[in-house]
T-cell receptor, first 115, second 115 residues
Framework: AQSVTQPDIHITVSEGASLELRCNYSYGATPYLFWYVQSPGQGLQLLLK??????LVQGIKGFEAEFKRSQSSFNLRKPSVHWSDAAEYFCAVAGEDTGGFKTIFGAGTRLFVKA | NAGVTQTPKFQVLKTGQSMTLQCAQDMNHEYMSWYRQDPGMGLRLIHY???????DQGEVPNGYNVSRSTTEDFPLRLLSAAPSQTSVYFC??????????????FGPGTRLTVL
């Protein structure tokens, strides 16, 4: 069955430190992969997406993610975290075998940033 | 563009009552969807539509109905509300009917409590 696992329920990092949020997926076909961010009381906003090509993907707000097919992973990184990055982050997968119609979301990782 | 709008923002229902959550988009998007978000579970797809007159079920469709009579609107109906339907509901849309290949734009959400 298709699934997305985000192993860390919450992470705390210091402002200015680097960040890596983990995402593992289970998907039979070629996946389309996404990272979304949700600020408190808001809807979700797309950070970046991977469909094909270069496995290192650049997104908004200085985020990047790397697709590793052999590890079924799509981890999100940022070299220097800002206090405004505190939010909840969701990894998601969709793909051709469902006609791309259905997107499966992970349970989310809440990021706390300390001064 | 207003993007994706949802009404109401908050709603409290009694068990057994019915109601309709409204969703509208002004971006001429083909694909629209409804998700529910529960703590620790990420977003789960309820129903989706790939165009006017075409709808299909997602992961958790029971207790919900949808219709898509126009491109712009995609209302979600709760037929007989149950406490298990207490959740935050998000509507999303994307230009392509193949949502997996396109960015989904999310509304601000409706927080529903069923007593």
């Amino acid at each position: 069955a298709q699934s997305v696992t985000q192993p860390d329920i919450h992470i705390t990092v210091s402002e200015g430190a680097s960040l890596e949020l983990r995402c593992n997926y289970s998907y039979g076909a070629t996946p389309y992969l996404f990272w979304y961010v949700q600020s408190p009381g808001q809807g979700l906003q797309l950070l970046l997406k991977y469909f094909s090509g270069d496995t290192l993907v650049q997104g908004i707000k200085g985020f990047e993610a790397e697709f590793k097919r052999s590890q079924s992973s799509f981890n999100l990184r940022k070299p220097s975290v800002h206090w405004s990055d505190a939010a909840e982050y969701f990894c998601a997968v969709a793909g051709e075998d469902t006609g791309g119609f259905k997107t499966i979301f992970g349970a989310g990782t809440r990021l706390f940033v300390k001064a | 563009n207003a993007g994706v709008t949802q009404t109401p923002k908050f709603q409290v229902l009694k068990t057994g009552q019915s109601m309709t959550l409204q969703c509208a988009q002004d971006m001429n998007h083909e694909y629209m969807s409804w998700y529910r978000q529960d703590p620790g579970m990420g977003l789960r797809l309820i129903h989706y539509s790939v165009g006017a007159g075409i709808t299909d079920q997602g992961e958790v469709p029971n207790g919900y109905n949808v219709s898509r009579s126009t491109t712009e609107d995609f209302p979600l109906r709760l037929l007989s509300a149950a406490p298990s339907q207490t959740s935050v509901y998000f509507c999303a849309s994307s230009y392509s009917y193949i949502s997996g290949r396109d960015t989904q734009y999310f509304g601000p959400g409706t927080r529903l409590t069923v007593l």
